[in-house]
């Protein structure tokens, strides 16, 4: 009959431990990570070469050994890595001038801060809003959102 081997804690077991709990996370969470990556950074070679790397980061390790809440500090980190990762902003700015419907303003607002790494000050400034309203739209596109 087989007989169960004990792990030890050499460097080499510890290594491939590590690397069999960030393929487990990648299979998991890999999809909804290059989801966000690819918002962020619309180039698919570099959002991969992102994405492997949020995989390979020792950061992945501590999730796995926190267990919880494993999704929202991949989404964190994606986010992180891909804003770090992107293109610097040049001087054309994103925001859209004229009348919008509330509903889009609330999704600009959003994406402005979320997927392309502005502040709510920055958001504020741009739209000729206060802070306040900036972040009242993010939380009404967050309640918004989770009734569709």
Do not use: C, W
């Not at 431990?17 to 890999?30: C, E, K, V």
């Not at 999730?63 to 040049?90: C, D, F, M, Q, V």
């Not at 609330?106 to 979320?114: I, M």
Request: aromatic fraction near 8%; proline fraction near 4%.
């Amino acid at each position: 009959m087989g007989v169960l081997k004990h792990i030890d804690g050499s460097p080499e077991t510890q290594e491939a431990t590590r690397g069999t709990s960030n393929l487990s996370l990648y299979d998991r969470y890999g999809s909804l990570a290059y989801g966000i990556i690819l918002k962020i950074i619309p180039e698919p070679e570099l959002a991969q070469k992102v994405l492997i790397d949020l995989f390979a980061s020792l950061h992945v390790k501590s999730y796995t050994e926190n267990g919880h809440r494993i999704s929202i500090e991949i989404i964190r980190l994606a986010r992180i890595k891909a804003l770090e990762a992107s293109p610097p902003r040049s001087n054309k700015s994103p925001f859209v001038q004229g009348t919008m419907v509330n509903d889009d303003l609330e999704k600009l607002v959003f994406d402005l801060s979320f997927y392309k790494g502005y502040s709510i000050e920055e958001i504020a400034n741009k739209l000729q809003l206060s802070q306040t309203n900036v972040l009242s739209m993010i939380y009404a596109y967050f309640k918004q959102q989770r009734l569709s």
